[in-house]
């Protein structure tokens, strides 16, 4: 939030949701005032699914050249693992209902 304000210090919309934070939550209040700024490009996530339970993914981000306003996620998981099979899992739930798609392309998608 605190790179979007920087990228966008006049805008509205953030400053509030900043004053309505800050007015809630004395937490928020001290984490706001430290100043800490971290833009993550890489690394991995740990997700609970409700479903599927525990999944790690790996993310990079992408800032577009000529729209700095614009970044592209990419989440993979690691072939053989449960992550991996958990998002196949995912993956054919959401591919079932896709005309024409085959199992196996949904698995090679992941």
């Known amino acids: 939030m605190r790179l979007e304000l920087g ?7 953030t400053t509030a ?15 706001w005032a430290q100043h800490r700024v971290y833009q993550r490009t890489h690394g991995s ?3 609970r699914h409700p479903v599927v339970g525990e999944i790690t993914v790996d993310y990079e981000t992408f800032t577009m050249p000529d729209d ?3 970044t ?15 998002m196949n899992l995912l993956i054919s739930w959401s591919m079932s209902s896709v005309p024409g798609l085959r199992q196996t392309e949904a698995s090679e998608q992941a």
């Open 72 to 86: 592209l996620f990419t989440y993979t998981t690691e072939a053989g693992t449960a992550s991996r099979e958990a």
């Open 68 to 70: 700095p306003d614009q």
């Open 45 to 47: 996530k740990h997700l």
């Open 17 to 31: 949701l900043v004053d309505e934070l800050s007015a809630a939550s004395s937490d928020f209040r001290d984490w």
């Open 7 to 13: 990228a966008h210090p006049g805008d509205p919309i």
